[in-house]
Nanobody, 119 residues
Framework: QVQLVESGGGLVQAGGSLRLSCAVSGSIFTISEMGWYRQAPGKQRGLVATISRGGSTNYADSVKGRFTISRDNIKNTVYLQMNSLKPEDSAVYYC?????????????WGKGTQVTVSS
């Protein structure tokens, strides 16, 4: 089992910055990829960014050049630095961990942290 706890959300003006953190505990050795997803009211949860154990990253087109995902394997924490925030970035942000298994993989989710960007 893996436990994920997000922090760092809040209210910020457009153009501002926030850094989200995701503390990981439990069976950390099973995790291959970590990521951030977001869900706005009335919309489906969607990918923001992912990072592999080796540090390879992937971003949604809408956040490329503005957001940076990183991981600290000593602190067992994943970060999402969000710059140049826009009102459309407002959503609940969820941390995700993927653990490969012979049957495909297990997905773990945090409870989410609210990000609100005012115009």
């Amino acid at each position: 089992q893996v436990q994920l706890v997000e922090s760092g959300g809040g209210l910020v003006q457009a153009g501002g910055s926030l850094r989200l953190s995701c503390a990981v505990s439990g069976s950390i050795f099973t995790i291959s990829e970590m990521g951030w997803y977001r869900q706005a009211p009335g919309k489906q949860r969607g990918l923001v960014a992912t990072i592999s154990r080796g540090g390879s990253t992937n971003y949604a087109d809408s956040v490329k050049g503005r957001f940076t995902i990183s991981r600290d394997n000593i602190k067992n924490t994943v970060y999402l630095q969000m710059n140049s925030l826009k009102p459309e970035d407002s959503a609940v942000y969820y941390c995700n961990a993927h653990a490969p298994t012979p049957w495909g993989g297990d997905e773990y989710w945090g409870k989410g942290t609210q990000v609100t960007v005012s115009s």
